[in-house]
């Protein structure tokens, strides 16, 4: 399941490298006991057009460009994994072919389920690429009403996009990465300056272009301070 897993992140980098402009979308709505839902969306509609042209070449820039058969396959295979971590349920997975957007959420009963989808991968890619990324990637105290979007900067995604080719390192300067969390109670504050609290103090986006991402000039970690309401 690890190498199907890969598969389908190679498939959507393959997609995403070769689109003018992305964005991905991370979103949680987390209750008071821990539970909640997540969404991931990759949305490549601002680069539709070129994308339709691409998807009818065998290769582009070195690249194999994937099928729609390869990115149902891979989707498949995200999906039978999801149906497999603990605690995760109701999962469900959007496909837009015509705008290229596509996107998958679940259930969760915990945190710890949430962590648990990517825990492997991640202790895999750390333990190949010498890179220590945290294998958590959230955290919730009930208690103290505070949750964490945890994420530890490594040199090596700035190696890696000095690896691309000129022409491909261009597509990161229109992406981006946004996270939005969504409470039941409201916000107190937040640990993240470039964080905006909704003015219903029930959720906060945080939006980071890639290019400051990838230089560890703004990072996607932010901790959620909640007031305790009874």
Known sequence: MLKKSLTYLFLVTLLVLNSSCFDILEEINLKKDGSGTMLITVNMSKSKTKLASI???D????YKVPSEDDIELALNDVMAHLKKSKGITNIKQTKDFENYIFSVSCDFESIESLNGITAHLIQEQNKRESTKFETSN???NATEKV???KFTYDASIKKSFD???KEDKKVFQDASFTAIYR???QIEETSNTIAKIAPSKKAVM???DAMSFILGEKTIKNKVKLINSK
């Open 55 to 57: 998807m009818l070449l």
């Open 59 to 62: 290769s582009i820039n070195g």
């Open 138 to 140: 959230f955290a919730y």
């Open 147 to 149: 949750f964490e979007r």
């Open 163 to 165: 690896y691309l080719k």
């Open 183 to 185: 409470f039941e109670d």
């Open 206 to 208: 945080l939006r980071v």
